[in-house]
């Protein structure tokens, strides 16, 4: 079955360290974005990219870094910059532009605890 | 630059009544897209509904449906028959052809047995 896969769903981190979330899709997407989500909020875009070899920054991309060098794969890299990274991770795919298909598929998250 | 706004942080309904979910978008834009997601306990982001702005004929999937105002920016979701599996965060969200989502804050609906 086609989908989104994150990896891991629960991660934790010691303060000062760098941490590299994962999501891979084999939707064939060209798009794909990371969001954060913080408890009773909603989602607020980190990064995304339309096509592989360039990615934009989105509403809160200090702290965290991308890359997407193939087109199933955009981990995420929060680093130690990131003053507040305690919180719920989602990434998504979707077809960038066109008629149909036009939602999000979404992965299963990473919750991602600070310690 | 593109808002959704959700004016009803929470909301609770009967099990087996309806309920209707509010949402208003800002756009300047004529070409779009509109979405509802729904965000169970388990996080994973469903899609419920979706809408093209061209289309003048409010979309329907079971028992949910929407109501969509183009002029009045307005795009709301109704749940008949509601159950309790429909408990959730419902996220409206807006796209603009070829861009990036913006979500809505979010509304918690609770189903009340």
């Known amino acids: 079955d086609g989908g989104i896969t994150q990896s891991p769903k629960y991660l934790f981190r010691k303060e000062g360290q760098n941490v590299t979330l994962s999501c891979e899709q084999n939707?064939?997407?060209?798009?794909m974005y990371w969001y954060r989500q913080d408890p009773g909020q909603g989602l607020r875009l980190i990064y995304y990219?339309?096509?592989?070899?360039?990615?934009q920054k989105g509403d809160i991309a200090e702290g965290y870094s991308v890359s997407r060098e193939k087109k199933e794969s955009f981990p995420l890299t929060v680093t130690s910059a990131q003053k507040n990274p305690t919180a719920f991770y989602l990434c998504?795919?979707?077809?960038?532009?066109?008629?149909?298909?036009?939602?999000?598929?979404f992965g299963q998250g990473t919750r991602l605890t600070v310690v | 630059a593109q808002t959704v706004t959700q004016s009803q942080p929470e909301m609770s309904v009967q099990e087996a009544e309806t309920v209707t979910l509010s949402c208003t978008y800002d756009t300047s834009e004529s070409d779009y897209y509109l979405f509802w997601y729904k965000q169970p306990p388990s996080r994973q982001m469903i899609l419920v509904i979706r809408?093209?702005?061209?289309?003048?004929q409010n979309a329907t999937e079971n028992r949910f449906s929407v109501n969509f105002q183009k002029a009045a920016k307005s795009f709301s979701l109704k749940i008949s028959d509601s159950q309790l599996g429909d408990a959730a965060m419902y996220f409206c969200a807006y796209r603009l052809y070829g861009q990036n989502f913006v979500f809505g804050p979010g509304t918690r609906l609770s189903v009340l047995p």
């Open positions: 809408q093209e702005a061209y289309k003048q």
């Open positions: 998504a795919s979707s077809i960038p532009q066109g008629i149909m298909n036009t939602e999000a598929f």
């Open positions: 939707l064939n997407h060209d798009a």
């Open positions: 990219s339309q096509i592989v070899n360039d990615f």
